[in-house]
């Protein structure tokens, strides 16, 4: 069974950094396209990053140069590593699996505030 | 960057209609195109993938169509489960986007 947990949410202050983890069993994160999407309280699907198989790493807009992707094959871990947190990047942080996103986590909080 | 536009932002519709939501492409996209079903304090579900395949355990009441920029995502006979938040979303980039959401409501 696919499964994925994310975890490392939390409230953090601006301009501050956090790692966020999505643990991963059921099949190899190297093996297929993971994605971090985001949703603000209140408002719509963001899609914020892919990693794909091959290592290749893509990012929304607003979030590049601040956000890192990476996996750990040997935790069969995806991580979003956050740098600069900003208020408007609050939102529940999901990661989600595949080319169309089939599978996703239950979602992990973060709150940019002061 | 691909930009996706939905179509109404808020439906309101009864039980046993037919509805349908749109979604544009600011460019072709194919049919790398997906929808899901959001309802309050849940996780997304993909209903439909490549534009018009059934997801696996999907009611056959959804359906997808459309390529190029121009799609659209109808349910036949409107359910009290289906009352929710559907979003479409590209893939046919390196960086996918998300339609703004079209709420169903009960009218």
Known sequence: EVQLVESGGGLIQPGGSLRLSCAASGFTVSSDYMSWVRQAPGKGLEWVSVIYGGGST???DFVKGRFTISRDNS??????QMNSLRAEDTAVYYCARGWA?????QGTLVTVSS | DIQMTQSPS?????VGDRVT???????SISSWLAWYQQKPGKVPKLLIFKASSLESGVPSRFSGSGSGT???LTISSLQP????????????SDSRTFGQGTKVEIK
């Open chain 1, 101 to 105: 996103f089939g599978y996703w986590g």
């Open chain 2, 70 to 72: 121009e799609f659209s």
């Open chain 2, 81 to 92: 489960d289906d009352f929710a938040t559907y979003y479409c979303q590209q893939y046919n």
């Open chain 2, 21 to 27: 939501i749109t979604c544009r492409a600011s460019q």
């Open chain 1, 58 to 60: 893509y990012y929304a």
């Open chain 1, 75 to 80: 935790k069969n871990t995806l991580y979003l």
């Open chain 2, 10 to 14: 808020t439906l309101s519709a009864s």
